[in-house]
């Protein structure tokens, strides 16, 4: 689990990019007046998507605008686990940690993030890469698996994931995906073993029902 303490080293001020600013004018726009509050998730991710975590700046600029007290955002802020307290690396690594991935090997990719990048938190010299343990994260089929920024890379060994956490690190560009060549997506590997008949997909198997089920019984 994610230490939920905000970073000690926080900066002074929060100022949204033009573009965020003017975002977050639209968004206010959405909701009756006295309503405001309601945007706080997408104002901190919003925050987040800027900065790559939120700082203590941050949420007190979101409780102004939203009109809120300050401690209901840092509320929101430190309960979702999905909102970096902490600054973290231009890639951050999310490895799942939980059984169906634990079972195909997500114990090695850990080992590979604590030698290539170093303890959970650490930025590693360049500033790219910082990894964190997470739980299930919803792509089990292409254990083992890891989220880098918004994007999925499944399917891993620990050497194809030290390849790929080198190269980020060298600041070259990844493509995510399936990591398995025999594989497309969550297809099986080799040949299908089910749903293999072309038939069920004209539906000549599906007889109608030549007699309601007795519902007289009642
Ligand atoms: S257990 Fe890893 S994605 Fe579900």
Redesign the pocket.
């Known amino acids: 689990m994610a230490e939920r303490t905000p970073s000690r080293q926080q900066p002074d001020s929060f100022e949204w990019s033009p573009e965020n600013k003017s975002w977050c004018e639209e968004q206010i726009k959405k909701f009756p007046e006295g309503r405001q509050a309601s945007a706080v998730i997408p104002f901190l991710w919003r925050a987040q998507k800027q900065e790559g975590w939120v700082s203590i700046a941050a949420m007190e600029t979101i409780a102004k605008q939203l009109d809120m007290p300050y401690i209901r955002v840092y509320e929101v802020a430190t309960f979702y686990t999905m909102f970096n307290l902490k600054p973290v690396g231009k890639y951050y690594v999310q490895l799942?940690g939980?059984?169906?991935?634990?079972l195909r090997g997500?114990e090695d990719l850990v080992e590979v993030c604590k030698d290539v990048i170093g303890p959970q938190n650490t930025i590693t010299p360049s500033g790219n890469l910082s990894w964190i343990e997470v739980e299930?994260?919803?792509?089990?089929c292409n254990?083992?698996?890891v989220q880098i920024n918004d994007y999925y890379y499944q399917d891993l060994t620990p050497e194809i994931f030290r390849d790929i956490l080198m190269k980020l690190d060298r600041g070259e560009y990844v493509e995510p995906g399936v990591f398995n060549d025999g594989r497309h997506t969550s297809d099986p590997e080799g040949e299908n073993t089910t749903l293999t008949s072309d038939e069920i997909y004209k539906g000549e198997q599906a007889k109608p029902l030549t007699k309601l089920p007795n519902t007289d019984a009642a």
Do not use: E, S, V
Request: contains cysteine.
């Open positions: 799942c939980t059984t169906p991935c634990m997500a299930c994260l919803g792509a089990c254990a083992p698996m």
